[in-house]
C-alpha cells in the first residue's frame, strides 16, 4: 500500500468532506444498512448520487485518496474509490483492497473503477484466489460486467464461478445469480445450460441456493431475449 503523505491541503479536504458528510447525514438508512449486514466502521447514510456529487468537486489524486479510505468510513472510502487515478491503481493496491472487503457494496461499487486496469484478467485470475467472501464477489461482478463487450468471458470463469456456491452466503450467491442471468442472455443454448445448473436449487436446504434459484428461473421465464 503506498505510504500515506499527510500534508495541510489534504487535511482540509478531508476537514471539508467530513462537514458534507455531517450536514446529509441519514441516520435511518445507516441503522438500515447495519441490519442489512452492510457493515462499516462508521457509516453516514448518504446516497451513492451524494457520494458521487462529493467526489466530482475534487480532482482524483492518491494521496487524498489513500487517506479518505483508510479512514474506514463507508463514504470515504466509496469516495476514496472515485478519487483513485486510475493510471496510479496498481493490481497490487487494488487486491490489497479488495482482499479487506467487509460487504458486498463496496465490492459491487468498486467494480466501477477496477474494471479500468489493464490487463483486467489477469486481476480477476488473482481475485478468484482469495478465500474472501467479497472479494470472489468483486471478481464476479468483473466477469459480469465485463461479459457485456466479451461474451466468450462467461464461458470461461463458468465453471469457476459456479464452484463458488459451495459458500452458504447470500451476498455471493446474489452474485452469481447475476452472472447466470447475464450469460443466459448471450444465447439460447446458454439459457438452456444456465437453467439445467439451476434446477437442483429449487429445493434446497440452503435458502441462499433457493433465493438463487427464484432470482435466476424469474429472469429466464420473464425476460426479454434478443436472440
Not at 482540509?12 to 441516520?27: D, F, S, Y
Not at 438508512?29 to 466530482?56: C, P, W
Not at 467494480?111 to 490487463?119: D, F, L, R, T, Y
Amino acid at each position: 500500500m503506498n505510504k500515506i503523505e499527510f500534508d495541510p491541503k489534504i487535511e482540509k479536504q478531508v476537514a471539508e468532506i467530513r462537514h458534507k458528510l455531517v450536514l446529509r447525514m441519514n441516520g435511518v438508512t445507516a441503522d438500515t444498512m447495519e441490519k442489512a449486514g452492510v457493515n462499516y466502521d462508521r457509516n453516514f447514510g448518504l446516497s451513492h448520487k451524494y457520494i458521487y456529487e462529493i467526489a466530482q468537486n475534487y480532482t482524483p489524486n492518491m494521496p487524498l485518496a489513500e487517506r479518505l479510505y483508510n479512514m474506514n468510513i463507508r463514504e470515504t472510502m466509496l469516495i476514496g474509490w472515485l478519487l483513485t487515478p486510475i493510471e496510479e491503481l496498481t493490481t497490487e493496491l487494488a487486491l490489497t483492497r479488495i482482499n479487506n472487503f467487509k460487504n458486498s457494496e463496496i465490492a459491487i461499487f468498486s467494480c466501477k473503477i477496477i474494471e479500468k486496469i489493464v490487463p483486467l484478467q489477469l486481476l480477476i485470475d488473482e481475485i478468484f484466489k482469495s478465500d474472501n467472501v467479497f472479494a470472489l464477489i468483486t471478481g464476479i461482478q468483473l466477469v459480469t460486467n465485463l461479459m457485456k463487450n466479451n461474451t466468450v468471458l462467461g464461458d470461461q470463469y463458468l465453471e469457476t464461478i459456479s464452484s463458488f456456491l459451495i459458500n452458504d452466503n447470500l451476498d455471493l450467491h446474489l452474485a452469481v445469480a447475476r452472472f447466470y442471468k447475464a450469460l443466459a442472455h448471450v444465447s439460447l443454448d446458454h439459457k438452456n445450460m444456465i437453467a439445467k445448473k439451476i434446477a437442483m436449487y429449487e429445493n434446497s436446504d440452503s435458502f441462499s441456493k433457493r433465493r438463487l434459484f427464484q432470482d435466476v428461473y424469474t429472469e429466464l421465464e420473464y425476460g426479454e431475449f434478443n436472440y
